[in-house]
């Protein structure tokens, strides 16, 4: 099926779409607002493509076959002739709609329109374009190379033909779908780790428990490869504030109301491990 991708964003997400989509032959183009933005995200891929192939499981070709196949671009009209476009951009509703008014008025009609929003309703995103049916959620997950799942998301309006586009499209990057057919705020994987993380964070916050005792009781007692605060700092504290104040906002529910100590810590730039500094220290 590979074909023609358009990522934009190139920053942690989208350079892991990109790279992954690439390596399955796919011809992308990666888009941000500026070249230093775009280097980055392509120094990214370089880097994270060598790690593989440093540990056998590319080869050098295969390397530079990848990166031949991605094109960094400023310009959002090279969305026009793309199969799919993966929305990669910050979790902010308002930036949103002002990509999908863009990629609305700029790709073909065949274009299926995705978004790796994480917390965000499809419905709220399509509802800034004329074609909501071609509108669907691939959330992917973080570090896109190394995780297996995507979870694909319909919104209201979302059609049959683009969801199943959208299963191809993550199917054929190595990815293993599930369906969230009810577009509810969070959808199933970030609705959980929220009210997981905002209760392990109020937790720590009041003095029951250190950070490194409730990750240790979590890894220990229920299997997981990571504590969920330093799935936080993986991610991003940010990131996961915003998701809490999304989920919250659309549903009014207690249990996702960010703690303070997460409003403290994104305010004081203790944003995780990009940061160098969220739960534990990376410096």
Known sequence: MAGTLTVVGAGLMGSGIAQVAAQAGWQVTLRDLDDASVRRGVDGIRGSLEKFAAKGKLSAEDVE???????ATTDLDAAA??????EAVFEQIEIKHEVFRELD????????????TSAIPITTIAAATQRPESVVGTHFFSPVPMMKLCELVRGLKTSDATLAAARD???EVGKTCVVVNRDVAGFVTTRLISAFVVEAVKLVESGVISAEDLDKACQLGFGHAMGPLATTDLTGVDVLLNASRNIYTDTADEKFFPPELLQRMVAAGDLGRKAGRGFYSYE
């Open 65 to 71: 076959a990848a990166l031949g196949r991605i094109t």
């Open 81 to 86: 002739d793309a199969d799919i476009v993966v």
């Open 105 to 116: 008025r700029i790709c073909a009609d065949r274009a299926v329109l995705a978004t790796n």
């Open 169 to 171: 499209f993550a199917e």
